[in-house]
């Protein structure tokens, strides 16, 4: 089946830091999303990736969607303690498929 | 507008006993879905529907049903509850889901757990 694969699992940063995760698959896909869920809250949609080498940016966060059309990275700059939580990537097909999630927690 | 709502945020069931959990949306939204979430894991589709009356199977559907009378409802009925069905249980609508710009919103979320 579709299987996303993300990396790192858990980040521990220190506030201030930049912090840098992506997301891999084998197969292609044309759409790239990426969530972030905090404590006890559902997923919120953060950035969505439509293009093959396309680069967003939503305040301090900025993802790519691979050239490849099989990964995407997402970098957030100058962590604060509220970026806390874990991020998620996604592909979008005729349904959402869900990446395992990064872990992040920031150290003030 | 609440968006869309979940109850119970928790419960404690045991192996063999049945339980409904609710979902409600007020954006008039035909899509919604219900994912599991597990510990160290991403959020796995249970089963889905297009609109009042149409439901679908998604990834992960076996010991679970669904039913679809009204656009705002989408309630998720666990018959015989085991404990692989401990987890966190999230609902989500979206307007549609032709294009990827139909962004899904999602519920706070039931916490699960079945001894």
């Known amino acids: 089946g579709k299987q996303l694969n993300q990396s790192p699992q858990s980040m521990f940063i220190q506030e201030g830091e930049d912090v840098s995760m992506n997301c891999t698959s084998s197969s292609i896909f044309n759409t790239w999303l990426w969530y972030k869920q905090d404590p006890g809250e559902g997923p919120v949609l953060l950035i969505a990736l439509y293009k093959a080498g396309e680069l967003t940016s939503n305040g301090r966060l900025t993802a790519q969607f691979g050239i490849t059309r099989k990964d995407s990275f997402l970098n957030i700059s100058a962590s604060i303690p509220s970026d806390v939580g874990i991020y998620f990537c996604a592909v979008h097909g005729n349904k959402l498929v869900f990446g395992a999630g990064t872990i992040l927690r920031v150290k003030s | 507008n609440a968006g869309v709502t979940q109850t119970p945020k928790f419960r404690i069931l045991k192996i063999g006993q049945s339980m409904t959990l609710q979902c409600t949306q007020d954006?008039?939204?035909?899509?919604m879905y219900w994912y599991r979430q597990d510990p160290g894991m991403g959020l796995k589709l249970i089963y889905y529907?297009?609109?009042?009356?149409?439901?679908d199977k998604g990834e992960v559907p076996n010991g679970y049903n669904v039913s679809r009378s009204t656009t705002e409802d989408f309630p998720l009925r666990l018959e015989l509850a085991a404990p692989s069905q401990t987890s966190v249980y999230f609902c989500a609508s979206s307007y549609l889901a032709r294009r990827v710009t139909d962004t899904q919103y999602f519920g706070p979320g039931t916490r699960l757990t079945v001894l």
């Open positions: 954006m008039n939204h035909n899509y």
């Open positions: 529907s297009v609109g009042a009356g149409i439901t």
